[in-house]
């Protein structure tokens, strides 16, 4: 059936839990651009099959205006022209037909990789311009391209503004905050101390400092 | 506060003072913007004095840490700046994540346009450059001629109709604080809404964008 693959496509992308991704479907993806192009082959032939027929019939609506014809020749042109008139609306529906399709299923198409740009973007705030293994191998090259551009465009904006967004994400409760260290960072300076970040060590320190530690998995909050 | 008559007005005094004040004025700008399904008017001014507000109030801290003032004293005026700066970040962030969603409707509808400051203007182009490339690479370039358009279907339809906008027709809760009176939602005839003062509705965002534009209505 025709745009069932494309559908597969897209109801891939959805049955997976929002804001993840799957890796792309290279291989569904590249079978419903086949039909695509399938379907241009099939449309391309009934067109011009349509523009026959229509020349045809203004030979014959011309050939009848201009000689004064019997009344059974005149009967036979008119049995004629419905004759070409049935298959031009036979052919003019197989294209239409075609032509939804194709259209249908570059719909799907741009929907799949629409939404899984969207998806992309949004790890853009969360993630600085490298993008951890495991979830690059799910994307396509042009997808981490994509990626690669889209972090760099909003960096650019920070950059002007001089005012990192990705900090903040939720409103602040204290200034102050208390987390574990997961991983040995080593001595580094912070806003208003210097502290040597060991492994588990149990810290208090600004919201703002810790921040993107906790983003980038090295630290941990304790809450309550 | 003074006892007697001067009582009453002067809380009026004071609730209009503190509405006005910058910091408010953001949190209300900040609110309308998370609630509104498309982009609003840039608040240029206010997020200028904000962030200048933001400098003095950074270097009034450091200072009073420099000074010895009571710690108490100094994690007060702290935790206000770091309110504020998350106000603007996040007002910031959310117009920002609004461009990225709508950027290809937004760049073809001169009003909203207009509405971005330069530096989001910047952004919205490279946006679309982004896009537009990845989409090209992906999918269209593969696609017959008359399909490889990221605005169209296809070469016979005459509208972009392949473009996501936002849905300007769903619901959402807004408060006024003034009383508004009768108001005629829409054509379809039906019974004007009264809006009262600080009460809470939930109407949807077409009917009612006028009122939010002019600053007559808040969305919560």
Redesign the interface.
């Known amino acids: 059936m025709y745009g069932k693959k494309a559908s597969e496509l897209v109801k891939e992308f959805v049955s997976c839990e929002h804001g993840q991704l799957t890796s792309f479907n290279n291989d569904l993806f590249a079978q419903v651009i086949e039909e695509c192009n399938g379907h241009l082959l099939h449309l391309q032939p009934l067109m011009r099959k349509i523009q026959e027929h229509e020349n045809k019939l203004k030979d014959n609506r011309r050939s009848e205006d201009e000689t004064a014809i019997s009344e059974d020749e005149s009967r036979k042109s008119e049995a004629d022209t419905i004759f070409i008139q049935t298959a031009m609306k036979s052919d003019q529906f197989g294209a239409l037909i075609h032509h939804l399709s194709l259209v249908r299923n570059k719909r799907c198409l741009m929907a799949y990789v629409y939404n899984r740009a969207e998806v992309i973007k949004s790890l853009g705030w969360v993630i600085d311009c490298v993008l951890p293994e495991e979830i690059e191998e799910k994307l396509s090259s042009s997808e981490k391209e994509y990626f690669k551009n889209h972090a760099a465009t909003l960096q650019s904006y920070m950059s002007e503004l001089d005012l990192d967004l990705t900090v903040d994400m939720i409103p602040p409760k204290d200034p102050y905050i208390k987390v574990r260290v997961l991983d040995d960072i080593g001595e580094v300076v912070l806003s208003d101390q210097v502290a040597t970040l060991a492994r588990n060590a149990m810290l208090f320190l600004r919201r703002t400092d810790g921040e993107q530690y906790i983003s980038q998995g090295l630290m941990e909050e304790l809450t309550g | 506060m003074e006892p007697g008559a001067g009582e009453g007005s002067s809380t009026d005094d004071y609730e209009s003072l503190i509405s006005t004040t910058d910091a408010e004025l953001l949190k209300r700008a900040w609110r309308n913007e998370k609630a509104a399904p498309e982009i609003l008017k840039f608040e240029a001014a206010l997020v200028q004095r904000s962030?200048q507000q933001i400098q003095l109030m950074e270097e009034t801290v450091e200072e009073f840490?420099r000074n010895g003032v009571d710690p108490l004293t100094v994690?007060l005026y702290?935790?206000d700046l770091?309110?504020t700066?998350?106000l603007?970040?996040?007002y910031?962030?959310t117009r920002?994540?609004k461009i990225?969603?709508y950027v290809l409707h937004i760049q073809k509808t001169a009003e909203l346009w207009n509405r971005l400051s330069k530096?989001?203007q910047?952004?919205a182009i490279?946006?679309v450059?982004?896009?537009t490339?990845?989409?090209e690479?992906?999918?269209l370039t593969?696609?017959?001629d008359q399909?490889q358009s990221?605005l169209k279907?296809?070469g016979?339809s005459e509208n972009d109709d392949?473009v996501?906008e936002p849905k300007l027709d769903t619901y959402i809760i807004c408060r006024s604080k003034k009383f508004l009176g009768a108001f005629q939602l829409d054509d379809s005839g039906e019974e004007p809404v009264n809006i009262e003062a600080d009460d809470l509705y939930a109407l949807p965002y077409k009917s009612i964008k006028p009122l939010v534009e002019s600053g007559q209505i808040d969305l919560v």
């Open positions: 962030r840490t994690s702290q935790m770091d309110r700066l998350f603007l970040r996040s910031l962030r920002l994540q990225e969603k530096q989001e910047k952004f490279r946006c450059g982004d896009l490339q990845h989409l690479q992906s999918v593969k696609l017959p399909y990221h279907q296809s016979a392949m996501p």
